[in-house]
């Protein structure tokens, strides 16, 4: 069985990197409600396994269960603020326009069309004002379901899904709608700063089968060296370009915001020293390029 937020539906807003809750156990005074309707006070028997995957409990009105339904409906129906409405990432959303949502919600859209007109509810397990589901869900990345468990957190009387850890959870309220866009630029800029070291290593690659000669981003793309993403900012946020010097024996590289303050503020530059081994600087340049 596998420990999840729903589904990693929040985790693959290409940008939007959250912790994944663990469950450690929920304790004495548990209420255990499994595929077989059994109920118990007590941690969650070893019957709670593969074996319950294919069958499914009944589902309470507005119990946690029902929420985990609920959610994926919405999500699967592309009603994204509804959906996240249900989870504790909320305020982020709550004071952004349905243009402005439409930004972050392309990973929904790719997930959408994954979730099954009906989600399988294998168990549900509270304790106080927690809870745990457990559910038959697509997997990250892959063509198959899985058994996943989702936690929930009650919040005056009604059931929220746990997207995120506390930490981001207490920035989300902080910051509100600015959260997403914060986060955006700085997984952008965190994604400009590795894209320019897989430059640096791509272009070591290069160079020891051309002859110490570097290349340009055509030419490592076509020698498989580097991602197509490195061509364009759509997805990336990052502009980026490669200058050669000295007859191809040396280069530049720079990775620059496509739109300042709104894909990212920091600009990098990947340039060699005197011993030719690649560092990556960078600087809030108000959007123009980092030049040598």
């Known amino acids: 069985m596998k420990t999840s937020v729903p589904g990693r539906c929040l985790t693959q807003l290409g940008w939007f990197a959250v912790s994944i809750f663990v469950f450690v156990g929920l304790g004495c005074g548990s209420t255990v409600r499994l595929a077989d309707d ?7 028997p070893a019957s709670m396994n ?3 995957s294919e069958r499914k409990i009944e589902v309470d009105p507005g119990g946690p269960a029902d929420t985990v339904r609920t959610f994926y409906k919405h999500l699967r129906e592309k009603r994204f603020r509804e959906a996240v409405f249900l989870t504790n990432i909320r305020p982020a959303v709550e004071g952004l326009t349905d243009s402005e949502l439409k ?3 392309l990973d929904f859209e790719k997930i959408a069309g994954r979730i099954p007109a009906n989600v399988e509810i294998n168990g549900e397990i509270i304790s106080g004002e927690l809870a745990t589901v457990t559910a038959n869900l697509p997997a990250e990345d892959e063509d198959r379901n899985e058994i996943q468990t989702i936690r929930l957190r009650n919040q005056s009387g009604i059931w929220v899904i746990l997207t995120v850890e506390p930490a981001a ?7 509100g709608k600015s959260y997403f866009y914060n986060l955006k630029v700085e997984t952008h800029e965190q994604e400009a700063r590795e894209m320019l070291e897989r430059i640096s290593k791509a272009q070591l690659a290069y160079s020891l089968q051309h002859g110490g000669d570097y290349a340009g981003i055509d030419a490592l793309i076509d020698a498989g060296l580097l991602p197509d993403d490195a061509k364009t900012s759509e997805s990336t946020g990052y502009s980026y370009k490669i200058d050669l010097l000295s007859q191809n024996k040396r280069y530049t590289a720079a990775a620059t915001p496509a739109v300042y303050g709104k894909t990212g503020r920091l600009s990098f530059l990947l340039r060699q020293d005197e011993k030719g081994v690649s560092r ?4 809030d340049n108000g959007g123009k390029p980092l030049v040598p």
């Open 50 to 52: 593969d074996s319950t």
């Open 280 to 283: 990556v600087s960078s600087k």
């Open 169 to 175: 959870e207490a920035r989300i309220r902080k910051e």
């Open 103 to 105: 930004e972050f919600s």
């Open 38 to 44: 059994r109920v118990a006070a007590a941690s969650p």
